[in-house]
């Protein structure tokens, strides 16, 4: 079974959401199917196969949840430190190109969102940061095509 690295706020995440689809989204899709069984004929009732559809995506959702958790590497960011980038760092690099500023932690897949500046460990961005320190230059190929970023700081929060 391999492990999942992920920092302990992705894992209060996935705790989150797994509590909210047994304690809240289960009951309710149970509610719907047995109000949707009280109209009869269930060969034709869209609300009936509705309700299941959803019932399997939630169940489904939860295994994925109850997998990832079971499998979970919690790793305190905090504890870390040093000059090299690796898993939990937050790192500020500059787009050679553009000049263009950008702050990344990387964390394990089921936390990473771009959106909120952090990437994945298994990211092309990430893979080419990992084992790098602050003032080297670094080039990414990525499907967008190749890069080449210089590393300004690298903290650990």
């Known amino acids: ?5 992920m920092t302990a706020a992705g894992h209060a995440l ?6 909210q689809c047994q304690q809240v989204e289960r009951p309710r899709i149970v509610q719907q199917i047995t109000e949707a069984r009280s109209h009869g004929d269930l060969s034709e009732n ?3 196969h509705a309700a299941k559809e959803q019932q399997s995506l939630n169940e489904g959702r939860i295994n994925e949840l109850e997998d990832k958790l079971a ?3 919690v790793i305190d960011v905090s504890k870390l430190s040093g000059d090299t980038i690796k898993f939990g760092a937050t790192v500020t690099l500059i787009d050679e190109d553009t000049e263009k500023k950008a702050v990344w932690q990387i964390v ?12 994945s460990i298994t990211s092309p961005l990430a893979r080419a940061l990992v084992g790098k320190t602050k003032g080297a230059n670094v080039e990414v190929v990525a499907p967008g095509g190749a890069r080449a970023y210089e590393i300004l700081k690298v903290e650990w929060r």
Do not use: H, S
């Not at 996935?14 to 509590?19: F, I, P, V, Y």
């Open 1 to 5: 079974m391999e492990m999942i690295p």
């Open 108 to 119: 394990g897949e089921p936390e990473a969102d771009a959106k909120k500046g952090r990437i």
């Open 46 to 48: 869209a609300e009936y």
């Open 14 to 19: 996935l705790e989150a959401e797994l509590k």
């Open 71 to 73: 499998r979970a590497d």
